[in-house]
């Protein structure tokens, strides 16, 4: 199993900078791919950005050019840099891991999530 820790959420104003953090835990050999998703109520969970372990990355369109996503693998700690944060960013942010199991599939696995609100 995996167990992975959010931290740095928190209320900022429009226009201000948070950083998340994600520390991966327990069975967290074959780790390839951490990310990020977020999810407002009423609405489907979406995908933020994720990093693989050879460090290539993907961005939401909505995000690019303002988040960035980096990773510690000796650490197991994925981060989220967010700058120029708008209050349509409000949201749960969910971390994942994902461990490989074979060739063709994988476990994921997520955190518990921390709140961002960002007020205008």
């Known amino acids: 199993q995996v167990q992975l820790v959010e931290s740095g959420g928190g209320l900022v104003q429009a226009g201000g900078s948070l950083r998340l953090s994600c520390v991966a835990s327990?069975?967290?050999?074959?780790?390839?791919?951490m990310g990020w998703y977020r999810q407002v109520p009423g609405k489907q969970r979406e995908l933020v950005a994720t990093?693989?372990?050879?460090?290539?990355?993907n961005y939401a369109d909505s995000v690019k050019g303002r988040f960035t996503i980096s990773r510690d693998n000796a650490k197991n700690t994925v981060y989220l840099q967010m700058s120029s944060l708008k209050p349509e960013d409000t949201a749960v942010y969910y971390c994942?891991?994902?461990?490989?199991?074979?060739?063709?599939?994988?476990?994921?696995?997520w955190g518990q999530g921390t709140q961002v609100t960002v007020s205008s």
């Open positions: 327990g069975s967290s050999f074959s780790i390839n791919a």
């Open positions: 990093i693989r372990s050879s460090a290539n990355t």
């Open positions: 994942h891991a994902d461990r490989d199991l074979t060739r063709n599939t994988y476990s994921r696995y």
